[in-house]
């Protein structure tokens, strides 16, 4: 595909997202704000960029924890409300495989991008993980340049699910029967 397709491609995706998005109902933006905060003082609190009496940091943050948790929040979030039906759409019956293919697909990549965000923002030495496995040092020396890294992918994730999710609620991808289409035509 060459890059005016792909950048045709990705424009439309956009647009399809807007369009889901002007669709919203309050209560869906309700459900993205509560469980954007929610995202964010959980992530927040366990990873002490929200100081706290509860848990300590050995290693300071990073100017970029705060933005990469705020966007993954309200990524996460938004992610969230797109699973909430609105009062007025009717129950569909979609093609089972091909739902089941594309739902699995967007909630793996909305909690893999969960947690990677907890994985980046968090404090390299206080991950037990990266602790256990590198050792003190080796958190330092290799879990600690790595955060960043994760942390797009975190982001990248994230905004995918995302918009997949919100092109589903406005484009169905639909495989016609060929023998429909067939008839249709020879009757018009």
Known sequence: MSQHGVVA????????????????????????????????????IVTVL???????????????????????????????ATYVRPPSA??????????????????????AGGLLTWF????PVCNKIALLALGYSGAITWFAPLQPVLAVVALALTCLALIWRLRGQVACPVTPNPDQRNREEVSV
């Open 120 to 123: 980046a923002v968090g404090c």
């Open 9 to 44: 491609r990705v424009r439309r995706e956009l647009r399809l997202a807007g369009r889901a998005l002007r669709a919203w109902t309050p209560r869906q933006y309700g459900v993205a704000a509560a469980t954007a905060l929610g995202f964010a003082l959980l992530v927040g």
């Open 90 to 111: 009717q129950q569909v019956e979609p093609d089972a495989a091909l739902a089941s293919k594309a739902e699995k697909r967007n909630a793996r990549m909305g909690v």
């Open 50 to 80: 929200i100081p706290n009496p509860w848990f300590a940091r050995d290693i300071e943050t990073v100017w970029w924890n705060y933005p990469v948790l705020a966007l993954t929040a309200v990524g996460s979030g938004m992610l969230a």
